[in-house]
């Protein structure tokens, strides 16, 4: 059964998920509620069921995924609220060994990907509403230079900022309270798109 930090968290990264959509620039292809068919196939298989297309499916499957394959795999669940909001929306988007890597550099230990007990150390003994601020001013800092170092992906720039200053907002941080229901931009491209994750072995790749 699913846990209620998890439950707690969904919501806010399936509004940034979106709907279907197969846009000629995402590598990953079709997509839906922000599961690639790629993905979605190796899910299907892995329950002994028949490959389907991705815009077939469930809520159940959905939420499976989602703990599955990025909530216990990033340690969200190790990790106080809203830190945990931060962490799993991270390797949504941007892969669990890259949300592992910010986590590590945001808590001041040693960045190797690898979530052992040197940092769950450090997480619990960081200031972790600090370490929030520095987690979002990181992936601000990386999308930019993303989109800087290859004009292609310029086009997703404002919607991969809207959702990081809405996460913002989402952990209550100063300046960016929420007021009134909270709001989906979507930026320029209509969608959030992913970026793919780091290898077991890649190194730090991001500035803050």
């Known amino acids: 059964m699913a846990s209620d930090q998890f439950v ?4 806010f990264v399936l509004r940034w998920e979106g709907g279907f959509v197969n846009h000629p620039k995402d590598p990953g292809g079709a997509t839906n509620k922000g599961i690639t068919q790629a993905v979605y196939d190796n899910w299907r298989r ?17 939420q499976a995924i989602y703990e599955k394959q ?17 962490q799993f929306d991270t390797a949504v988007n941007m892969g669990v060994g890259r949300a592992v890597r910010f986590l590590q550099h945001c808590a001041g230990c040693s960045v190797d ?11 619990a003994a960081c200031d972790q509403g600090q370490a929030v601020i520095e987690y979002c001013n990181a992936r601000e800092s990386y999308y930019r230079t993303l989109a800087d170092k290859n004009p292609d992906l310029a086009v997703f720039l404002k919607g991969w900022l809207n959702r990081v200053n809405a996460l913002r907002a989402q952990a209550g941080l100063p300046g960016f309270e929420r007021r009134g229901p909270p709001s989906v931009d979507f930026g320029d491209a209509g ?15 991001f500035q803050s």
Request: net charge negative.
């Open 8 to 11: 707690a968290a969904l919501p």
């Open 70 to 86: 990025y909530w216990l795999p990033a340690h969200s669940q190790e990790l106080q609220t809203p830190l945990d909001l931060v």
């Open 46 to 62: 892995s329950q002994g069921a028949a490959t389907q297309s991705v815009q077939l499916i469930t809520d159940a499957d959905v």
């Open 191 to 205: 969608y959030i798109r992913k970026i793919p994750d780091l290898g077991v072995s890649a190194q730090y790749d």
């Open 113 to 123: 990907g690898a979530y052992g007990k040197n940092t769950a150390d450090a997480v």
